[in-house]
């Protein structure tokens, strides 16, 4: 399943990120647009909180800073998503050791 943005209905400062797990199943996070936090429980966390908030910093281009705020660390994610049609780049890295690029495909879906 490739992952989707998907406009959130409850929320007019968020939107839902979607993609498939690999074991099965549908991960759906919200993600705040409005420079505020959204949390989400993450099953394949143990259910721990995970808060996520994106800003658009170009037509193509969505930020995202992903992080668990009820682990006690101070890990924090951050992804660069740069879209061209239905292919896509993401960049990553966390404020401690790791980083990396992922290629794949996103499924746009307007309104």
């Known amino acids: 399943m490739p992952a989707r943005l998907l406009a ?38 143990g259910g721990q909180l ?12 969505l930020e995202l800073e992903h992080q668990y705020p009820g682990r006690g660390d101070s890990t ?11 292919d896509l780049t993401v960049r990553f890295a966390d404020n401690e050791y790791a980083s990396g690029t992922i290629h794949g495909e996103i499924e746009r879906i307007t309104d």
């Not at 759906?28 to 936090?37: I, P």
């Not at 995970?50 to 281009?61: H, Q």
């Not at 924090?76 to 239905?86: D, N, Q």
């Open 8 to 45: 959130d209905p409850g929320d007019a400062g968020a939107m839902i990120l979607e993609t498939g797990r690999a074991s099965g199943g549908v991960i759906r996070l919200s993600c705040g647009l409005d420079g505020a936090f959204r949390f989400t429980p993450d099953e394949s966390a």
């Open 76 to 86: 924090c994610m951050t992804f660069r998503i740069e879209f061209e049609g239905p």
């Open 50 to 61: 995970l808060a996520l908030r994106g800003r658009w910093s170009g037509p193509d281009r």
